[in-house]
């Protein structure tokens, strides 16, 4: 079982759709946990963090479902710029800081 | 923000050549780099880390003669290919941790590297 698991996608949805990814972790020691956004053959940019308390940015929700060892992200009204690849982090390392990525899902908003 | 600059963005070369590529911290002092290899539709694997000072920890099944890591400066740390093959034509970022204890990583904008 690989450490951070996403469905690759894509996900292909139109403009103005709600659309929801999960990534699951293996590590239940794990203590924090991000989501970033890559556009092709460029750097990832974080997103947004995600917090035991879930938290809300503009049209992005992010959840963090310790029980069942996965984070959700959320995104309301999609955008044509919001086609990228989001990438699930998670520091795995406990104690020690060994942040793993998932492969990513790859989100295409159409008009 | 913290800025990563990472250069160069493209690099193509002949099979058996070395590449260098160079990560820099602009406005922070990076005490640990990741190095990370991207191929395509593949997520981010990590290489190696990197602490300032010190000898880099590899991955597993990442050849440490092959892919020569030095962080002399807390602002840079290089990634040297050595005898690049076509098999090595992937896309490498670095990384960076701006403060010790915080978690959020800065990237550098990779590097292309392709291997004729």
């Known amino acids: 079982r690989k450490e951070v698991e996403q469905d690759p996608g894509p996900f292909n949805v139109p403009e103005g759709a709600t659309v929801a990814f999960n990534c699951t972790y293996s590590?239940?020691?794990?203590?924090?946990f991000f989501w970033y956004r890559q556009d092709c053959r460029k750097e990832p940019k974080l997103l947004m963090s995600v917090y035991s308390s879930g938290n809300e940015d503009g049209r992005f929700t992010a959840q963090l479902n310790r029980a069942s060892q996965y984070i959700s992200l959320l995104i309301r009204d999609s955008k044509l710029s919001d086609s990228a690849t989001y990438l699930c982090v998670v520091n795995l390392g406990g104690g020690s800081y060994i942040p793993t990525f998932g492969r990513g899902t790859s989100l295409i908003v159409h008009p | 923000g913290a800025v990563v600059s990472q250069h160069p963005s493209r690099v193509i070369c002949k099979s058996g050549t070395s590449v260098k590529i160079e990560c820099r911290s602009l406005?922070?002092?990076?005490?640990?780099m990741f190095w990370y290899r991207q191929f395509p539709k593949q997520s981010l694997m990590l290489m190696a880390t990197s602490n300032e000072g010190s000898k880099a920890t590899y991955e597993q099944g990442v050849e440490k003669d092959k892919f020569l890591i030095n962080h002399a400066s807390l602002t840079l740390s290089t990634l040297t290919v050595t005898s690049a093959h076509p098999e090595d034509s992937s896309f490498y970022i670095c990384s960076a941790r701006a403060v010790a204890g915080e978690e959020k990583l800065f990237f550098g904008s990779g590097t292309q590297l392709s291997v004729l």
């Open positions: 406005d922070f002092q990076a005490t640990t």
């Open positions: 590590n239940s020691a794990s203590q924090s």
